[in-house]
């Protein structure tokens, strides 16, 4: 793991609250999946890695939360701003032997799609199903770095994405556990604790159920 201080290279607004901040990355190697911790003054936060294995830039998908610390500070950041940025951490990884042959179910709520797209980024042809869960439709957050007959798009508060609902409702009406998937699940605690406990409840072996918290 190692620490440096990275100049802002762009920041680009999806919606009115989220962003990618694109920074230097110096000669980081990370895997997929894992994240970073960015610091400002003091006080820092752990992001999901948003960019690619192979790019040479480090990306993070940032949302704005409301009288947040961190978050707010990033979001006025101006290229050529530095940021202190420690890492590579994290095992939400994909570390399992004969993956091309694994199929691959990628929950996600609101940001935690993050890891999904270094994934989808480093790593081509995975047979994957991504299920990705906002409240808005307008928070498709760059939805064309996936294939769209592997994405499916839920949205709680309003119509217009292809499943007015929760994700975890989408995957119980919808789909069937399966003892040959890995799931990897990444976002706000309810839904990981949730998907989870129905995953273990249908036998599948907790090892093939990763997980990554954001909050
Ligand atoms: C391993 C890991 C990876 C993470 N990756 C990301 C990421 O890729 N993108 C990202 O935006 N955040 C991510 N987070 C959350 C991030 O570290 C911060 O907690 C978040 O940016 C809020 O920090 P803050 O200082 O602005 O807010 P604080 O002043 O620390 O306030 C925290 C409050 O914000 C809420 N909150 C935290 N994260 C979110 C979120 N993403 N959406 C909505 N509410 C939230 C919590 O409920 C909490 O009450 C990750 C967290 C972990 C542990």
């Keep these: 793991m190692r620490s440096y201080n990275s100049k802002v290279l762009n920041k680009r607004f999806l919606t009115d609250n989220t962003f990618v901040l694109r920074l230097e990355r110096h000669d980081m190697a990370f895997h997929a999946g894992q994240y970073i911790v960015v610091g ?65 179910i990628f929950m996600a709520t609101g940001t935690g799609i993050a890891p999904f797209r270094s994934f989808v980024k480093s790593k081509p042809n995975l047979n994957y199903q991504l299920l990705h869960g906002t409240r808005y439709t307008s928070e498709a957050y760059d939805h064309d770095a996936f294939d769209p007959e592997r994405l499916i798009f839920c949205t709680t508060r309003e119509n217009g994405s292809q499943y007015q609902g929760r994700i975890t409702d989408y995957f119980k009406t919808h789909m069937q556990p399966d003892e040959n998937a890995i799931y ?32």
């Design 40 to 104: 400002l003054g003091n006080d820092s936060r752990e992001y999901s890695i948003y960019s690619g294995e192979e790019d040479p830039y480090l990306e993070i998908l940032v949302r704005r939360v409301e009288k947040g610390n961190i978050s707010e500070k990033l979001s006025r950041l101006k290229e050529g701003d530095i940021a202190h940025v420690e890492g590579p951490y994290g095992f939400f990884v994909m570390n399992i032997e004969k993956l091309q042959e694994k199929k691959l």
């Design 184 to 215: 990897y699940l990444c976002g706000n605690s309810q839904m990981i604790e949730e998907m989870a406990a129905y995953l273990e409840d249908y036998d599948i072996d907790p090892f093939y159920i990763r997980t990554e918290e954001f909050f």
